[in-house]
């Protein structure tokens, strides 16, 4: 195989591998793209072994995430992105093994955060309840 045909049959895997929206292995994943090994999961693309999200997008080993971004080893998620290791998280970026924290950014081992403020258990679910009703969550 000369250089010039291994460069060829490259471009030409590359190419098949960005037009092709098949979901392996994945069982009952419905409107999703390019899903591996999910299940249930709706509405999403690039995951990979997820379970029961829902538009979400490039997570990995996630459960139970909704509008989530590059997300991995997340469950119960709503509209997080770049998240590691981190539970019931809304509206948050960049967190490392966090939970029960809205609208937080960078933070890392912290539960019950608003804003990266801490509050206490009942202080937080009271705010963000209302917060998740107005801001419909």
Known sequence: MTPSEFETRLR??????????ENAHSIECQGCEKCLLCTFCRDS?????CHYC????????CAHCRACTSC???????????????????KCVGLSDCSYCFGCAGLSHKDFHILNEPHGR???????????QSLRL
């Open 12 to 21: 030409e895997l590359m190419r098949a591998h960005v037009v092709s929206v």
């Open 122 to 132: 009942k202080e937080y679910f009271a705010i963000t309840s209302k917060l998740a």
């Open 54 to 61: 829902t538009a979400s997008s490039n997570c990995t080993d």
């Open 72 to 90: 991995l080893g997340c469950s119960h998620c709503i509209a997080s992105e770049g998240c590691t290791g981190s539970n019931y998280l809304v």
């Open 45 to 49: 693309k690039s995951l990979t072994r």
